[in-house]
Structures are given as structure tokens and as C-alpha cells.
């Protein structure tokens, strides 16, 4: 087997949570006055939650202050995990679950590497919690992709080097994070565009194959 441990992004790569981040921002944005559409919101991808709002601040006029931007981002959040409660098993693809089940199968270790504070409601949301052999997620990290942190943890989770993992990544950041951490990577959606990957998948399952 080419690796031990398979580290898995969490939004845009197991589950699509990307319509409630939009919908979310899109509030906070539209009571600020700042626009905003789904092609800025696909550059919050892999990016923490402040982050992304100093994003969106760029077009922002005025001046803001940290206490104004804690509160913006704690409002977002709010209406975010409420969107999340629409979230049932039923969001799993059964092809993602089935990968899974396939890959486990084999002995690989399965791990959750993602920006997100909300990892864990997520994945119970989706019928998944304790499924993993790890999750490192936005609460056991100082800085977000593209630094490794994040996937560095994982590795260290399921006590294994990182050169025998392998991450699979929906976003760039993402993929650069993977590489910075001596990890190599597979890329799924709109990270297959900025050619860094070591694996290109069309499909969640062809990862059977990348795994061989
Ligand atoms: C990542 C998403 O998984 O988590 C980003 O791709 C998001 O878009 C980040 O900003 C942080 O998420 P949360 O749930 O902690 O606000
Ligand atoms: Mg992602």
C-alpha cells in the first residue's frame, strides 16, 4: 500500500457545506452593505472563519475594529450552525461513504483535516461522529491553511509520518498546506485547476485506485 493514513478535508470534500457558508456571509454582508458573490465566497475555501472575513472586508468601506469584527464573525457563525441543523446523513454521498468503508477495509487510518471549528457538529450531523480514527480541526490549530498545521496534527493523531499520508483537498490553500507538511495530495473539484497535486481524482472513488 502506497500510503498508511488518508487525511480528508472536511467541507467541499466529504460534505457540501459551501451554500450555507455563502448564505451565512451573504447576511453579514448585505447588513454591511458590502457586496458579495459565490465567486468571492470560493476564496474562503480552506480559509479560517476571520480569514475569510478580512476577505470580504476588502471591499468594505469604512474602518472596522476588532470587536466589531469578533462580533460580525460570532453573528455569522450563529446563523451558519443553524443552516447546519438541515444536515442529516442524507448529505452523505453514499459514494463517499462507501469509499470510506473500502479504504478502512484495507488498513488505511482515516483522519479529518479542516479549518473548521465546526468539525465536529458537521460530522455528527452527517451520521459520522467517531467515525474517524482522528480529527484535527479549527479548535486544535493556531494558523490555517495553507500552513500545515492542521494536517501535521492528523498525521500525529494517527501516529503516523507524513510522508505516509496522503490528503485529499477541494481548495488550494488546502493543497499547499499538504505539501508544506511533506504530505502528498489529491485534489477534487476546482483545486484539480491549480495543477498541485500529486493526484487528480474526477470521482471520490477513484481514490481506490490512488490508495493501491
Ligand atoms: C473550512 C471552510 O473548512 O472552514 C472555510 O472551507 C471556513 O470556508 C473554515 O471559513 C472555517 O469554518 P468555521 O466553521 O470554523 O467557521
Ligand atoms: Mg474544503
Redo the contacts with the bound molecule.
Keep these: 500500500m502506497r500510503y498508511k493514513a488518508v487525511i480528508f478535508?472536511?467541507?467541499?470534500v466529504i460534505c457540501h457545506?459551501?451554500k450555507y457558508?455563502y448564505l451565512a456571509w451573504k447576511q453579514v454582508a448585505d447588513e454591511l452593505g458590502i457586496y458579495f458573490d459565490e465567486e468571492i465566497n470560493n476564496r474562503?475555501?480552506?480559509?479560517?472563519?476571520m480569514e475569510?472575513f478580512e476577505i470580504i472586508l476588502e471591499r468594505y468601506e469604512g474602518v472596522m475594529s476588532g470587536e466589531e469584527k469578533l462580533r460580525y464573525t460570532v453573528e455569522k457563525?450563529e446563523v451558519?450552525k443553524k443552516l447546519l441543523k438541515n444536515m442529516s446523513p442524507e448529505d452523505l454521498p453514499a459514494e463517499v461513504k462507501e469509499t470510506l468503508d473500502a479504504l478502512r477495509e484495507r488498513g488505511l487510518k482515516l483522519a479529518i483535516g479542516?479549518?473548521?471549528?465546526?468539525?465536529g457538529f458537521i460530522l455528527e450531523r452527517l451520521g459520522l461522529g467517531g467515525y474517524f480514527d482522528a480529527v484535527s480541526d479549527?479548535n486544535n490549530i493556531t494558523n490555517s491553511k495553507p500552513d500545515p498545521e492542521v494536517f501535521v496534527k492528523a498525521a500525529q493523531f494517527v501516529g503516523e509520518k507524513p510522508e505516509d499520508c496522503l490528503v485529499v483537498e477541494d481548495?488550494k490553500a488546502g493543497l499547499e498546506a499538504a505539501i508544506a507538511g511533506g504530505m502528498e495530495c489529491a485534489a477534487v473539484g476546482d483545486a484539480v485547476l491549480s495543477g498541485l497535486a500529486t493526484w487528480n481524482l474526477n470521482t471520490f472513488s477513484e481514490l481506490r485506485e490512488v490508495v493501491e
Design positions: 478535508d472536511l467541507d467541499g457545506t459551501d457558508h474562503l475555501r480552506g480559509v479560517s472563519r475569510s457563525n451558519y479542516s479549518s473548521s471549528k465546526n468539525a479549527g481548495a
